[in-house]
């Protein structure tokens, strides 16, 4: 018997190995071959009686590793169509998206029960054997006396010494594992629920009247519409009929608030959660809840979508619009157009929500691809959107960085005794550090970027290549003596603050300040018990995040994004400052917005005082159509670099070579000149790009396959190259 497995390398082709014991059911199997002189994990794709290959020049396969299910034949056309819409070999799709550890080359251990029950001698004699003032452990014993089973998750937040006391109720014998199925799954039926309000309940009626069939709803919803709570039915719902939902959220939002939302409406379920913040075992241990089933929610950041889910019958994308959704290197998918390529392989419902939604994804719905529902009003009676105001910095003018209008709010706010949030989106001290006699800039050596001034390390430091430098005493093309800071990050910010308002509790919360494991979330702590007075931050504090006691929003330097090159730059600061301006005034406060620029006439800013998506999405879209730009067309992005700048030029020649040539024989394809990058150097490497678009994404399509097979066919050695479609960032 021949085996064909394909192999964490870079080649788009399967390898065929002996293997006399493989039966079909081995396909989607992890196995153990050789590979040049390394033994590689690889995935068995298909069983054949012939190879290619000269029978005594075959291989032969090491072990199948039958420890855990194969991946199923849905599964494997799912990495297929990844692999042959985003051009990246099958093997390196396929064994990326599996956890770590089932990428090393033994089997993994049978993993531990999860769920445990009281056995009859448990039921017989516990009761009478444990002391009355061992509290613990009675509780233990309680839980599981009034509930069939119970989960180790519940059993752990019990108290710290619980699971101990399962582990001797274990050998006792008085407690054994139980598998958990479908239909034993408690949905927590005594949680309070909030009524639903009309717009809520019309919503939910149309998204369950086709539960057994492949549609996409765009739910549109301002911040605070209560979007989350219509996910939360829809996945009991779901779950109710017996299958599995996938909620896929940004990085971002993925904090302990949103768990224990979802932790205390589905207190019998187990919900698995993948991100990358988990180790290796914890990714494994997540992951085969999913595949098992006896997760039957799976929540997490892009690499989620990858997950086997055998049950999943409802498939959620929170903030569809959010750009972390779209992987940036390797295989560069956008999670959100696989989740939907995955809905309609299994023929389910899926449901993409956002204050914001991507003008991708509001074209489809005004198209009638996708089903468009709205959520127009705020959720919580009596909270009103905040009242935005732009402030005019061309009147109020200053060094600080802070105008005068902001810094009397911040006053108000602070003899209130209320919170404030000032929005920049750099972060260190300044994005420059000049000359102002000669204007020379301190630049990175490796990139084309300029280096940011870190005060508090006392450094400066390239935000593209990690490098760090000294910061110098003089300029080194003049001799001047007093360089100074160009611009405003948020320490500088802070600085500021911290003078005008020294008894001020000031917070601020950036990449920089995070760093640590837990940071992130002691701060969330502190602002909620009230320990910080202005927060100042960058848009980790924009997303998802409820301050109840947060009245006023103050945006520093936005302007900047409205002058960039990249044509989703004002999509995506709108959405950005929609979503800061939906911290203000969420409970029963009202919030004030103060937008600092310089360009108050300019369209963004009117639609975000009117809190008006659709009217700059509609301005927006028809600046697209008449340029010619996505959604109305497709693109694709031929990225490519080297440390060599002459090799980059003559990939870039050969690459415009081969796309003109094609063009004969795919018409409709718009080929443009090769550039270089937006940052044309990072890390010693020139990059450049080439971008082609076609109206009809399947013509695209065609055409990408035959110019990548056509550049595989030259030596390109010296060149990284790749094609990114449907790219995010030009
Ligand atoms: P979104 O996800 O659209 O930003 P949320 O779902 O977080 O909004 O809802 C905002 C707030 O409104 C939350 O505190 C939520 O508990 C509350 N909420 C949602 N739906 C209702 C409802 N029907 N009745 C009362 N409060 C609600
Ligand atoms: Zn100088
Ligand atoms: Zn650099």
């Not at 619980?162 to 034993?184: C, D, E, R, T």
């Amino acid at each position: 018997m021949i085996i064909q497995v394909v192999l964490d390398v870079p080649l788009n082709r399967a390898f065929d190995y002996r293997c006399d014991d493989a039966t079909k059911a081995d396909i989607g199997r992890r196995v153990l071959v050789p590979f040049g002189q390394r033994k590689l994990i690889g995935i068995v794709v298909a069983l054949v009686n012939e190879s290619s290959v000269e029978t005594s020049k075959l291989r032969r396969a090491e072990e199948i590793l039958r420890d855990i299910a194969s991946c199923s034949a849905e599964e494997i056309a799912l990495f297929q169509f990844c692999s042959q819409y985003y051009l990246h070999p099958l093997g390196e799709v396929m064994l990326n998206a599996l956890p770590p550890l089932l990428r090393r080359p033994k089997p993994i251990a049978p993993p531990a029960p999860t769920h445990y029950a009281l056995s009859s001698g448990g039921r017989a004699e516990a009761e009478a054997a444990i002391p009355a003032r061992a509290r613990v452990a009675r509780d233990v014993l309680h839980l599981l006396q009034h509930n069939d089973t119970a989960s180790v998750e519940t059993i752990r937040a019990m108290a710290p010494g619980a699971i101990k006391h399962l582990k001797s109720f274990i050998a006792q014998g008085w407690v054994v594992p139980v598998k958990i199925s479908a239909h034993n799954i408690s949905l927590g039926n005594d949680v309070q629920l909030p009524s639903l309000n009309n717009d809520q309940a019309q919503v939910i009626e149309k998204i369950s009247a086709n539960t057994n069939k492949f549609h996409v709803t765009l739910l549109h919803g301002i911040t605070g519409s209560g979007k989350t709570e219509i996910y939360l039915r829809l996945i009991a719902d779901a779950i109710a009929r017996g299958g599995q939902a996938l909620v896929l959220v940004p990085e971002i939002n993925l904090t302990p608030q949103l768990d224990n939302i979802f932790r205390t409406r589905f207190p019998g379920v187990t919900i698995a959660s993948l991100h990358s913040h988990l180790n290796d075992s914890e990714r494994l241990h997540h992951w085969l809840a999913a595949k098992t089933g006896e997760a039957r929610i799976i929540i997490g950041t892009r690499l989620a979508v990858f997950a086997p889910i055998p049950d999943v019958n409802l498939i959620v994308v929170d903030e569809e619009h959010d750009g972390s959704f779209k992987q940036q290197d390797g295989l560069r998918y956008s999670a959100r157009d696989v989740a939907v390529f995955r809905a309609s392989q299994r023929g389910i419902p899926i449901v993409l929500g956002s204050a914001t939604p991507s003008l991708e994804s509001w074209h489809n719905a005004q198209s009638g691809r996708y089903q468009l529902l709205q959520l127009n009003q705020r959720a919580i009676q009596d909270a009103v959107l905040p009242n935005i105001h732009l402030i005019d910095m061309r009147r109020d003018k200053t060094q600080s960085g802070i105008g005068d209008a902001l810094l009397r709010a911040i006053q108000i706010r602070l003899e209130k005794k209320q919170q404030s949030l000032l929005f920049i989106n750099r972060r260190g001290y300044a994005p420059a550090l000049m000359c102002h006699h000669c204007g020379w800039a301190a630049g990175c050596k490796r990139c084309s970027g300029k280096l940011v001034l870190h005060l508090r390390s006392k450094k400066l430091r390239c935000h593209l290549c990690g490098s760090e430098s000294r910061i110098p005493t003089a300029c080194p093309d003049c001799g001047n003596v007093e360089l100074r800071p160009a611009g405003h990050g948020t320490q500088r910010i802070e600085a500021t603050l911290a003078e005008r308002f020294p008894d001020a509790r000031i917070l601020r919360v950036d990449r920089d300040s995070t760093r640590n494991k837990h940071a992130m979330r002691d701060m969330l702590t502190q602002i909620h018990a009230g320990e910080a007075d202005i927060l100042v931050g960058t848009q980790m504090l924009a997303k998802g995040h409820d301050f109840p006691n947060l009245t006023l929003v103050g945006v520093i330097n936005a302007d900047g994004a409205l002058y960039s090159s990249d044509f989703r730059a004002g999509e995506k600061l709108f959405s950005q400052l929609m979503q800061v301006s939906g911290r203000a005034g969420r409970a029963d406060l009202a919030g004030e917005v103060l937008v600092q620029t310089e360009i108050p006439d300019h369209p963004l800013y009117g639609a975000l005082m009117r809190h008006s998506f659709t009217g700059y999405a509609d301005a927006l879209m028809q600046e697209r159509k008449s340029a010619g730009f996505p959604p109305y067309v497709y693109q694709i992005l031929l990225r490519f670099e080297s440390v060599n700048a002459n090799a980059v030029e003559d990939f870039a020649a050969l690459a415009t070579k081969l796309a003109r040539e094609l063009r004969a024989a795919h018409p409709g394809i718009t080929v443009y000149d090769a550039v270089p990058a937006a940052i044309a150097r990072v890390a010693g490497k020139e990059r450049m790009h080439l971008l082609a678009q076609c109206a009809s994404r399947a013509k695209l399509q065609k055409f990408s396959n035959a110019w990548h097979a056509a550049l595989s066919e030259h030596n390109t050695k010296n060149v990284r190259w790749a094609i990114d479609v449907d790219p995010l960032d030009i």
